[in-house]
């Protein structure tokens, strides 16, 4: 393989990585009657799904043999990212007139 396309694999394994991150910090920054409030899985399981979604884009790579479990931690927190953080925030905030 050329090495651009390795360096351009790498970058993209290190990108995924901060978004795993964030999206478990803010997991565990939030209430947890704010979980019951959406109707969704509780902190405790979400603080579970996105630690073990930034442990796999930690110890897998995109280029590597693990890549199915790499890829399977960055869906888990781009759903948090993308589906549960902003109900999250609309519950937390309360009605906007």
Do not use: C, N
């Amino acid at each position: 393989m050329p090495y651009e396309a390795l360096l351009i694999l790498r970058i993209i394994d290190w990108a995924a990585l901060p978004v795993g991150v964030f999206a478990f910090i803010h997991a565990l920054m939030q209430r947890p009657d704010a979980y019951a409030a959406i109707d969704r899985l509780t902190k405790p399981a979400w603080l579970g799904i996105t630690g073990g979604a930034t442990a796999a884009l930690l110890i897998f790579s995109f280029a590597s043999i693990g890549w199915i479990f790499w890829v399977a931690g960055l869906v888990a927190a781009l759903v948090y990212i993308v589906d549960i953080r902003p109900r999250l925030i609309e519950v937390q905030r309360g009605q906007r007139w």
